[in-house]
């Protein structure tokens, strides 16, 4: 089993010789076992707090470097016609504390039907997709949490 305990900086000399996809909830955790692309069951074992995104580069304690891949998952997508709607939509849904992708007038969230429906309201179209969901990092570091 290979076994990873960090990440590597971007290498133009380093090239991934496989790859781990995984969905938004799944690069949030530090540790667990997964099964890479290629077949190879990967042991991911990194400091608390650390999430992996697409594009990152993993390096395994035998040296072989892993590419993270980001799985497309169902998301909400919506699309505003106009920067004061989508900018109303964007600060509704930062006040949930609820991982928020964002685009230029578009932005995407994990399905739920409160949201989707705040969001019509506010003026936007939103659509399900079936994409790579990348959520803002956050201004703290990334760390996505609640007040409950």
Same mark, same amino acid.
């Given at each position: 089993?290979?076994?990873?305990?960090?990440? !590597?900086?971007?290498? /133009?000399?380093?090239?991934?010789?496989?790859?781990? /996809?995984?969905?938004?909830?799944? #690069?949030?955790?530090?540790?667990?076992?997964? =099964? /890479?692309?290629? $077949?190879?069951? @990967?042991?991911?074992?990194?400091?608390?707090?650390?999430?992996?995104?697409?594009?990152?580069?993993?390096?395994?304690?035998?040296? /072989? @470097? !892993?590419? @993270?891949?980001?799985?497309?998952?169902? =998301?909400?997508?919506?699309?505003?016609?106009?920067?004061?709607?989508?900018?109303?939509?964007?600060?509704?849904?930062?006040?949930?504390? =609820?991982?928020?992708?964002?685009?230029?007038?578009?932005? #995407?969230?994990?399905?739920?039907? =409160?949201?989707?429906?705040?969001?019509?309201?506010?003026?936007?179209?939103?659509?399900?997709?079936?994409?790579?969901?990348?959520?803002?990092? $956050?201004?703290?570091? $990334?760390?996505?949490?609640?007040?409950?």
């Amino acid at each position: 089993m290979l076994t990873c305990t960090h990440k !590597i900086e971007p290498d /133009t000399l380093l090239s991934p010789t496989d790859f781990l /996809t995984l969905d938004f909830e799944n #690069r949030l955790r530090a540790r667990f076992k997964a =099964v /890479t692309d290629g $077949g190879q069951e @990967i042991s991911i074992f990194m400091n608390r707090g650390t999430s992996l995104q697409d594009g990152d580069l993993l390096k395994t304690e035998c040296g /072989t @470097i !892993i590419g @993270i891949k980001s799985l497309p998952e169902e =998301v909400i997508t919506a699309r505003s016609t106009d920067w004061q709607t989508f900018s109303r939509a964007c600060y509704h849904l930062g006040n949930r504390h =609820v991982p928020l992708q964002i685009g230029s007038l578009w932005l #995407r969230f994990k399905p739920d039907h =409160v949201l989707e429906d705040m969001v019509r309201t506010l003026g936007l179209d939103a659509k399900p997709e079936n994409v790579p969901f990348e959520p803002e990092k $956050g201004a703290y570091g $990334g760390h996505h949490h609640s007040h409950s």
